[in-house]
């Protein structure tokens, strides 16, 4: 992710005034910066990481610009619409899905809108909703037969193995192959 103008402008707006050259690292800010860390570790780059990044650089654009910014606004009335859209681009399963950055772009929005106007609607994260439709589909798969738990991580586009068994089991509370046995008790 590049700290691009047009980025900047979508966080603190086109007459934003830096007023302040040092950023304070108080303890809030500390906290984000950590959940950056720990979600470029847990391998899901293109939504959970660019989310805390966002969530990072909001911070920042919060001390040291003065003035109106678009993350001040109230919620636009068209969040409702957005969401939607956005729901329905990851429910097709279209490619702009797989980041949260392409995803706004094809929604012609800022990724902090897209991601922000997400929690304030549905109360979880764009993260978080995209992770239940690809565990929805795992399930599907799971239940349908599916043998190579690295064929269907990279189906769903989750990083690899790993990422798909830790996402597993903390939705879920079991990993891939437990819920594979589970699916196919007779009830």
């Keep these: 992710m590049r700290l691009t ?7 603190a707006g086109d007459a934003a005034r830096v ?6 690292v108080d303890p ?6 950590r959940r950056v860390l720990t979600a470029a ?4 780059l293109d ?13 920042v654009v919060e001390q040291v610009v003065t003035g109106p910014t678009p993350m001040g606004a109230s919620p636009a009335k068209a ?7 956005a729901r329905a681009v990851i429910g097709e399963g279209d490619p702009a899905a797989n980041g949260l950055f392409p995803l706004a772009e094809l929604l012609g929005v800022s990724p902090y809108r897209l991601s922000r106007a997400f929690t304030r609607e549905l109360g979880v994260s764009l993260t978080r909703y995209r992770n239940r439709v690809r565990l929805g589909r795992a399930l599907d798969r799971l239940e349908g037969g599916e043998s190579s738990l690295a064929t269907l991580a990279a189906d769903l586009g ?8 830790r996402t597993v089991r903390e939705h ?16």
């Excluded at 570790?41 to 899901?44: L, P, T, V, Y």
């Design 158 to 165: 989750f990083a690899d193995q790993a990422h798909l068994c």
């Design 28 to 33: 809030r800010l500390d906290l984000t910066h």
């Design 79 to 85: 969040d409702h619409a957005l969401v939607a859209a």
């Design 5 to 11: 103008p047009a980025l900047w402008r979508a966080l």
């Design 172 to 187: 879920l509370g079991h990993t891939p192959t437990a819920l594979r046995r589970l699916l196919a008790e007779p009830t």
């Design 47 to 59: 939504y959970a990481l660019t989310e805390r990044l966002m969530d990072l650089l909001s911070r």
């Design 41 to 44: 570790s847990a391998g899901d």
């Design 19 to 24: 007023t302040r050259p040092v950023v304070y």
